[in-house]
């Protein structure tokens, strides 16, 4: 095993061996949390052109939405869910051991707003072109740990480990955008894949290999609805380029078997099995692991 997994393997299983940050309920958001909220659901973006934060923070607003807020000494998450079950789907325990892997001496704590509508990530029709609308699910501003916003359920807990990294200063300009999102999708996706995996090297080899089949096979369909499958035209940021870097860095796995099956999904995560949802806690049909 390289370094770097076992690097990255040996950090989750540290954190792993220490009991996860206690989460506490809070009813009321503070001013500046409204504020806030209220800002960026009523605000214009290209990367949620439905804007499906204005339908979910209105639901709010007329009650027809439930809102939690949960505090651990790493962060704040604020959930606006389509129904009361969807707080089940949530990954608790996992969510505050990423805050506190997240975090850094000195830094203030994180606040994350989470839009849980249910509108899952489905490649076009035919060979149309792969917009926000089909795969994006959140944002957040460079060196900005007070505003992650994630705004679609499925595939969130990928959605955190991205823009948390982004909140973290971790991008590098010089890149460009394209370069930079390619990179925080790859290392995002292989934190995933060792969370999983508790920091077990063998649990993640299977579940390397399995990410690895996934990312081929669907980039294969991304790669056809595409006008130049060699080119950076979107969404080669969010899907070819990490596959790109996963073969730099040497941890790509490619299996002679298929394993996988991706259909029309556009997750960007291979979906969890029934055993990892229950070791993490969510409901089977959770699509928020």
Not at 32 to 47: V, W
Not at 163 to 191: F, K, Q, Y
Request: glycine letters at 4%; hydrophobic letters at 40%; aromatic letters at 8%.
């Amino acid at each position: 095993m390289s370094i770097l997994l076992s690097s990255l393997l040996d950090v989750i299983k540290k954190d792993f061996a220490l009991k996860p940050p206690i989460w506490s309920s809070d009813r009321h958001l503070t001013p500046t949390e409204e504020g806030y909220l209220r800002k960026e659901c009523t605000t214009e973006s290209e990367f949620d052109p439905y804007n499906r934060r204005r339908a979910m923070y209105h639901n709010m607003l007329n009650g027809a939405a439930t809102v939690l807020k949960k505090v651990c000494p790493y962060g704040t998450v604020i959930v606006i869910l389509e129904h009361l079950a969807q707080q089940d789907d949530i990954p608790w325990d996992l969510w505050a051991r990423i805050l506190r892997i997240y975090t850094e001496d000195g830094h203030p704590p994180f606040t994350v707003y989470v839009l849980a509508n249910t509108h899952l990530r489905t490649f076009p029709p035919g060979r149309q072109p792969i917009t926000a609308t089909n795969i994006n699910g959140g944002y957040t501003y460079s060196c900005n740990r007070q505003a992650i916003i994630i705004y679609r359920a499925e595939d969130a807990t990928r959605v955190l480990l991205h823009e948390l990294m982004h909140s973290c200063c971790l991008d590098n300009p010089a890149l460009g955008v394209d370069r930079v999102e390619a990179a925080t999708e790859a290392w995002a996706e292989l934190i995933y894949v060792g969370l999983l995996s508790q920091g077990k090297g063998r649990e993640f080899s299977t579940l390397l290999h399995m990410q690895s089949d996934w990312m081929i096979k669907q980039n294969a369909i991304v790669k056809k609805h595409m006008k130049d499958p060699d080119s950076m035209e979107f969404p080669w940021r969010y899907t070819i380029g990490k596959e790109e870097l996963w073969r730099k860095w040497n941890i790509l796995r490619e299996s002679p078997m298929a394993r996988v099956v991706v259909g029309n999904s556009l997750r960007l995560t291979c979906p969890p099995s029934a055993a990892l949802k229950a070791r993490f806690h969510v409901e089977q049909d959770s699509t928020m692991l």
